[in-house]
Nanobody, 132 residues
Framework: QLKLVESGGGLVPPGGSLTLSCAASGDTVARFAIAWFRRVPGQGLKELSCIDGNAGAGTDYSSVVKGRFIMSRDDAKNEIYLRMNSLESEDTGTYYC????????????????????????WGRGTPVTVST
């Protein structure tokens, strides 16, 4: 069974960059649609980006991060990454990676469009604080 563990969170100043990692074990992460979510205190989970499974490389981004965040996968390391650039205070929160097995012919956007209910495998999250 796929297990996901996030890392790389921390304190970063506004305008700075940070790369989050999502290490997978128990299965080949490339088989799964994987997404990054953010939870802000007092708010629900917000979908940010996703990458296709079935060894695909297609990605999708929400409007709040498109052009600033880049999601990628290293199949040799069985890891997923989220490169975050031009960070803003509004990016502060706990970041989670989440997965779902993907049917042929679908894209990760199919699952991301359902929000958090589109994914059934979750990591424990890594906190990011954007502040001076």
């Amino acid at each position: 069974q796929l297990k996901l563990v996030e890392s790389g969170g921390g304190l970063v100043p506004p305008g700075g960059s940070l790369t989050l990692s999502c290490a997978a074990s128990g299965d080949t992460v490339a088989r799964f649609a994987i997404a990054w979510f953010r939870r802000v205190p007092g708010q629900g989970l917000k979908e940010l980006s996703c990458i296709d499974g079935n060894a695909g490389a297609g990605t999708d981004y929400s409007s709040v991060v498109k052009g600033r965040f880049i999601m990628s996968r290293d199949d040799a390391k069985n890891e997923i990454y989220l490169r975050m650039n031009s960070l803003e205070s509004e990016d502060t929160g706990t970041y989670y990676c989440a997965g779902h097995s993907m049917r042929l012919g679908e894209t990760c956007g199919t699952y991301m469009g359902r929000g958090s209910s589109g994914f059934n495998i979750w990591g424990r999250g890594t906190p990011v604080t954007v502040s001076t």
